[in-house]
């Protein structure tokens, strides 16, 4: 009997990328995946990230898995608005060292931004995940508006408190060394940098970090964008407290080997939100490589099944 081929995973209905205006002066760029009348699933990147930092494959894997997938580019990223409030290295520095500094925006106005687009889309509820900053910013989705945030994952992030989720010092030269300008500088620069953070157990070709970076410069990368990410970043509250009153179904994905977070941040908001799922990944860094997905889709999936599950009750 001749071996029997695979068979091929079912196409997933993939819309256009749209804008939505979500707040004045600020529109984000969103595409969906998968049946509008699945489980709506809002994905939420990280600083200076475009909604492509959602691998296609991955968001048809959580289509396939029973969800309306919504993935959007923040602000400042992308073909989402681009603001033009002034960010120096001198006032990151002031923030990083805890002194009061006056942000452009916040991360609960990027909260905000994605709640406008829920609302565009006539979503009153959703389950959110978020990775890095999208964590933040969906820990902050759940804390403002717990009834329209269905179920938490947060993935490779952190609390706000500064004694957890911190940086590896090892990193601070290459993330504030000055960056010349092109696409091929920023190529390269961004390569290099995955190669620092991303999962060592879990090893990228440099082509595909190539690649993933050419694609996010040719969809509108800026530089400026970038700082005014990590200032509102820097400037964040600690959100412990507020994590501690939520009863919504909770996940919180990190790797052991995560430099750019690190996993005491995991630690700390599966601490904080009370029945919290901790999951822990050996060998993985501050990415999401492709062997690690399925995991992903599985967490994502049973959160949003516990919420479900609590909803029948």
Known sequence: MPPRTPE???????SDELLAPVSPGVELCYQTFGDPGGDPLLLVMGLGGPMTWWDT???EQLARAGFHVVRYDNRDTGR??????RVTRAMLVRAFMGRRVRAPYSLADMADDAFGLMDHLGLEAAHVAGVSMGGMIAQTMAVAQPRRVLSLTSIMSTTGRRTVGWQNPKLLPALVAPRHPGREAYVQTSAALWKMIGSPDYPVEHEVLAERARVTYD?????RGVLRHMLAVLTQPDRTRRLRGLRIPTSVVHGTADRMVHVSGGRATAAAVPGAELVLVDGMGHDMPEALHPSLVDVIRRTADRAAAAGSR
Request: with cysteine; net charge positive.
């Open 57 to 59: 494959a991955l968001c």
């Open 219 to 223: 969809r509108g990368f800026d530089a």
């Open 80 to 85: 989402s608005t681009h603001l033009a409030a």
């Open 8 to 14: 091929r995973p079912a196409p997933v209905a993939t």
